[in-house]
Structures are given as C-alpha cells and as structure tokens.
C-alpha cells in the first residue's frame, strides 16, 4: 500500500495511515525463517564479494530513551541484529539521546531489558558495543568547528518563525538567510558564545550551508544545533547547546564504524544529507572512506494496534490503559506481561520480511506466532472461567479421588497431573443448555457427557433461583466409566467437557485480554484513535482453576484447556497466589461471536 511520503518531506510527523485505495494486511506468513533473503542481505553479500568492508558487517539500534520500545522497534531490533548475527558481525545498541527534555534514564534501562529480553545482546569479543550519542557531545562540536572554519555551516540569527518561513514548499525554493555569508571568524565567535551561555534559545542556531533551491526540504540549509538550556539526564548542565538528530546520526554512526546503517523508510529523504555530513568531514580529514551506507526499509505498520510513542503515550497519560506495560498495549514491555515470547515476536518480524514499500501485518500474524511457539510447549491446565455448579448426586458426601491427565498430550514423557474429582464441581456455563439447539452434544437434561479424564455423567435436572436462573445442574456419575481404566471407553458420548472440584479448586483472578482496538487502522487518516479502543480489551473474570495452577511463578505460561494461552501476571502475582492474563485463545476467533 502507499504512504503519503509528502509529510516526510516537509518534516512533519509522519502518521502511518493507509489510504482509501489500500490492500488488505499482509496475514499470511511468507517464507520459512531458516531461507531469509531480503534486498539489504543483497546489499551486505555484494559487499562481502567486493571485500568494501573487508567482510565487516557492523549495524546499530538507535533508540531515544524517550519511551518504552513497541512492536515497531522489535521489527528494527531484530532487523539489526539478527543481520549482525546472521553475518558474524556486531549490532551496537546506541541511545540516540539529544532531546534532553523528553529522555530518561528509566528509558535507557526499559530499553536495555527489551533488547535482552528479546534475545539479542551487544557484546562481541569481550567488548560492549553499548553506546549513547552523549558522549560522542565533544566530537560533535569539535567538528561543528571543523565545519565552520571550513565555510560548510553558518550561525543563523533568524528566528524559528523566520526560518521555517524562509525554507519554501516543495514547488518554490527556500530564500538564503541575511547571516548565510558571515565569515568563518565570526561564526566561530558566535558558535562559542552559543556554547558558553551567551544567549538565549532561539537567538542562534548552527546551520548547514548546502541549498535553500534544493528539491529536497533536507538539503535547505538544516539546522545542525540549537540552544537548550535543558538538564540532560546524562551530561548534566555542562551543555547548552545541543546537536540535531541528522547531524548526530551519521557522525556516531562513522565514529563506531557502522557499516550498515538500516533505517526506515522515512529517512530515505534524509540519506542526503546523511551522505553530506559524512562526505564534508572526510574531506576535512576527520573520516575515511568507505563510509556507513544508510539504507532504508519499510517500517512495520501493524493492524489493531498503533507504534506511535507519541500516541501510546496519550493512551497512558489519559489512563486508557493501566500504564506502559498494560497487557494490551503494543510495547515490548506490555507484550511481555501479555505472555508474548522473544520467540513469537522474532518469528512474526522474520516471517514478514523485509521490503521497501509500506504495508501493513496483521496482528493475527503476531497471534499466530504465539500460538505455534506456545502450543509445544506450554503444559496444560483445567480452568473454569464461567463457573455452574454441577452436583454429582450419586457420588459419596466426603468422598473424593485422583483423575489424571498428560501434562502436555503430545508428549508423554512430561509426565501427568492430577486433581481430585469430588461431588461438587464446576463446569463452564456455557456447557449446559437445558434447552439446546440441535448439534449441541454438550450437557443438557437426559444427555450424557464425558467429564475430561474424569467419569462419563447423565445429566438429571437443575436447580433454579426465585427468578429461574439456573444455580446448579444435577447429574449421576457411572462408577466404571472413569478414564484411563479399563472397560471405559464403553461409553460412547459426543460431548467431552472440563471441570474442577469445588472444594479443591484454586479460585483467582484472570484477565482476558483481547485486542486494544475494535477497528484495524485505529489512527487513519487522521482520525481519533480513541474512539476506535475496544472497550471488551479486558474483561476480568474469577476463575477456578485446577489445583496445580496455583503454584505457577510469576511469567510462568500455562494452556488452560480449550480457553487459550495464559500467563500468570508478574506485577500482580504474590507466591502461591498468581493471576493470571490470557495471552490469546486457542485459535482465531475476531470476530467471531464466540
Ligand atoms: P516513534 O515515532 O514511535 O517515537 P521513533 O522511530 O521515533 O518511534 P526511535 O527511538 O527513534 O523511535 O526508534 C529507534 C529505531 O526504531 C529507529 O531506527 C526507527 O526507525 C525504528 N523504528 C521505529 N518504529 C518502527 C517501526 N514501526 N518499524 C520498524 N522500525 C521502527
Ligand atoms: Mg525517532
């Protein structure tokens, strides 16, 4: 699908929407993880076979600790690093830290733990290869004044409005700034003033001297500093001027030896000056060639969710969610407490490929991930999620005993679980009808039914409150037809259902989460997001639970049979009493009235 890229050109904040004439998301998972060729891994093998970079292949992940990592910056963390892996090379993990207003170090750490967790580390030959522009601040200026003495940027009086009004549209060129042919001396003057407080934000910016005519708004003469009088959370006060991202990026990415830079999609109109910078510093003797080639690819756009810090940031702000690692929100972090795994996001991120035009994923894909990661490895467990009393009358008073069943059914190796069945149990509601349409084989009066690795039942009759509502359900158990013994599969029954004992099931909390948004493009065209949220994303039920759940350790995933993927909560857990989130049902039901 396309984008409006004219955005991009004129700076604004790119919003991915689709437009009116956009296909469906991609929903299908294109080609085996273990084959991947992607138009960058090209690029990377042509350089091996020319020696460019005498078989080096160095990338980068270039976070700003401005907010918690999404889904989008999983599609880029395991783009960067699993090429670095993939080629024996190295993928630094580098701040992007210049906007000392908006970053933090609660970020820094959010964002570390999110790269770990997902899998990747930045360590090669017992170096780190972590990184923050901040320290590169010395540099940045040093060749700012580089720059200067070279007649390649210019101190700017103009103001913010001037400026912005005096940089043209994509159909007339800019207009030069009355201060573009101050001499050398004295921007150096004036650069050194910015540096030591002399004067107010705004009063001055440092700025390229490239091309108010140029077709790209980029090359217009960009601004490379500003004045910020503004605690940085890691040099302090020291600075009060401070590098723009254009500038910084590229010289961080030349100061450690990035190969590859990979970006998305739109930075293509940035590659320019991307190229510009590097190009006047090696000419000014401060880098040599080959320089870091910057080479983009299309971001990942997914449906149900929005990847916008910006906008998950109005979501926590006006309490949509219960923070940034709300189970139903598109971070790492929220993904994380969902019950998502490393596994399933890789999976998801290398199976939707790498491309240059913009498209749009399915979030079902990401869904579909979880559940083939899971579905091997989870053991199973019994809960009951909408509890109906199910009275075993001609079972003893204050009797009970052990029904067991495969921790996993595939693997018979992980052993059994049991849990004891008794007179009183609970069963799901949904599972007795007293007057159910035709096909329906699960329990109704007259019906027998198998109690899953318990007893074949007959269902007698029910009990009814003043206002008819049915509080219990009755049934008689047939003695020889327990599961597992011999003579039992006599029994011949169509509708096999789950149960827990009353009296020993453990009875907590659980949240079913479904998905944030009821629509796909939340924030097209510029619409509000807001209206767009699902106000059934969470529903929180008590649930009863066969015993053995009870001792499940915070993050620790379990299959609850026939209801889905679960995850006991890690911030609302206490020791032997989880809750638990549902990660996701057993199969693909949006939309379906289930
Ligand atoms: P936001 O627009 O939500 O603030 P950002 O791109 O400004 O995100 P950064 O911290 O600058 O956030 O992003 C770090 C890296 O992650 C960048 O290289 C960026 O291109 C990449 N990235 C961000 N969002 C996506 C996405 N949806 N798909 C792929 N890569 C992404
Ligand atoms: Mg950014």
């Given amino acids: 699908m396309n984008i409006e890229f004219n955005d991009v050109k004129l700076g604004a904040n790119?919003?991915?929407?689709?437009?009116?004439?956009?296909?469906?998301?991609?929903?299908?998972?294109?080609?085996?993880?273990?084959?991947?060729?992607?138009?960058?891994?090209?690029?990377?093998?042509?350089?091996?076979?020319?020696?460019?970079?005498?078989?080096?292949v160095e990338t980068r992940f270039p976070p700003e600790p401005n907010g918690h990592l999404h889904i989008g910056h999983a599609k880029s963390i395991c783009v960067n690093f699993g090429i670095a892996r993939d080629y024996g090379g190295i993928c630094h993990l580098r701040f992007d830290d210049t906007n000392p207003e908006k970053e933090g170090i609660e970020y820094v750490n959010s964002i570390i733990d999110a790269v770990r967790w997902l899998g990747f580390d930045w360590q090669k030959d017992n170096r780190e290869h972590l990184y923050f522009a901040s320290d590169y601040y010395d540099q940045l200026y040093a060749f700012a004044e580089l720059l200067i003495q070279r007649g390649k940027v210019y101190v700017d009086s103009q103001n913010a409005e001037q400026i912005h009004a005096t940089r043209g549209t994509l159909t007339m060129p800019g207009m030069p700034s009355p201060y573009r042919n101050r001499t050398s001396d004295e921007n150096l003057r004036l650069f050194r003033q910015m540096k030591a407080g002399k004067f107010t934000e705004g009063a001055h910016v440092l700025r390229a001297k490239i091309d108010m005519a140029s077709p790209n708004i980029n090359m217009r003469d960009p601004i490379i500093y500003r004045i910020r009088f503004a605690h940085h959370y890691r040099t302090g006060d020291v600075w009060c001027i401070y590098p723009m991202y254009d500038y910084t990026h590229c010289v961080s990415d030349a100061l450690e030896n990035i190969t590859h830079s990979l970006c998305t999609l739109e930075f293509e109109d940035h590659r320019p000056l991307y190229n510009w910078f590097l190009s006047e510093l090696t000419d000014a003797g401060v880098f040599t060639r080959p320089l870091p080639q910057q080479i983009e690819f299309a971001r990942l756009n997914m449906t149900y969710v929005i990847t916008s810090k910006r906008k998950l940031l109005q979501l926590v702000e006006g309490k949509y969610v219960d923070g940034w690692d709300d189970p139903r929100m598109p971070t790492i972090v929220g993904l994380r407490r969902r019950g998502f795994t490393p596994e399933s996001i890789r999976l998801m991120c290398e199976r939707t490929g790498l491309t240059k035009a913009n498209s749009w994923i399915d979030f079902g894909l990401l869904e579909a991930a979880l559940r083939e990661d899971l579905d091997e490895k989870l053991?199973?467990?019994?809960?009951?999620?909408?509890?109906?009393?199910?009275?075993?009358?001609?079972?003893?008073?204050?009797?009970?005993?052990?029904?067991?069943?495969?921790?996993?059914?595939?693997?018979?190796?992980?052993?059994?679980?049991?849990?004891?069945?008794?007179?009183?149990?609970?069963?799901?509601?949904?599972?007795?009808?007293?007057?159910?349409?035709?096909?329906?084989?699960?329990?109704?009066?007259?019906?027998?039914?198998?109690?899953?690795?318990?007893?074949?039942?007959?269902?007698?009759g029910v009990d009814k409150d003043n206002n008819s509502n049915i509080i219990a359900v009755h049934c008689n158990y047939f003695a020889d037809s327990k599961s597992g013994t011999q003579g039992s599969n006599h029994y011949k029954v169509k509708g096999n259902i789950h149960w827990v004992s009353v009296a020993h099931a453990y009875c907590t909390e659980?949240?079913?989460?479904?998905?944030?948004?009821?629509?796909?493009?939340?924030?097209a065209n510029g619409r509000d997001f807001l209206q767009a949220l699902n106000p059934n994303a969470k529903r929180v039920v008590t649930a009863y639970l066969e015993p053995g759940a009870q001792h499940f350790l915070p993050e620790e995933q379990v299959q609850f049979e026939r209801h889905g993927y679960f995850?006991?909560?890690?911030?609302?857990?206490?020791?032997?009493?989880?809750?638990?989130?549902?990660?996701?049902?057993?199969?693909?039901?949006?939309?379906a009235s289930t």
Avoid at 33 to 39: H, P, R
Avoid at 388 to 402: A, F, G, R, T
């Fill in 510 to 523: 659980v949240r079913l989460y479904d998905r944030l948004f009821k629509e796909p493009y939340p924030d």
């Fill in 567 to 591: 995850v006991a909560d890690c911030v609302n857990s206490v020791p032997g009493k989880p809750v638990f989130n549902r990660s996701v049902s057993l199969r693909d039901s949006w939309g």
């Fill in 379 to 460: 053991p199973r467990a019994i809960a009951v999620l909408d509890p109906l009393k199910l009275i075993v009358d001609n079972y003893p008073l204050d009797s009970e005993e052990m029904c067991s069943a495969p921790v996993h059914p595939h693997h018979v190796v992980r052993g059994t679980r049991v849990f004891p069945f008794s007179r009183e149990l609970w069963i799901e509601r949904a599972d007795f009808n007293e007057n159910p349409p035709k096909g329906y084989f699960r329990l109704f009066p007259g019906n027998h039914v198998r109690l899953r690795y318990g007893f074949v039942v007959e269902c007698t």
């Fill in 14 to 56: 790119l919003d991915h929407k689709p437009t009116a004439s956009s296909s469906a998301p991609i929903n299908t998972l294109v080609r085996p993880a273990d084959k991947i060729s992607n138009f960058i891994r090209n690029i990377i093998d042509n350089d091996n076979r020319s020696d460019k970079w005498g078989q080096r």
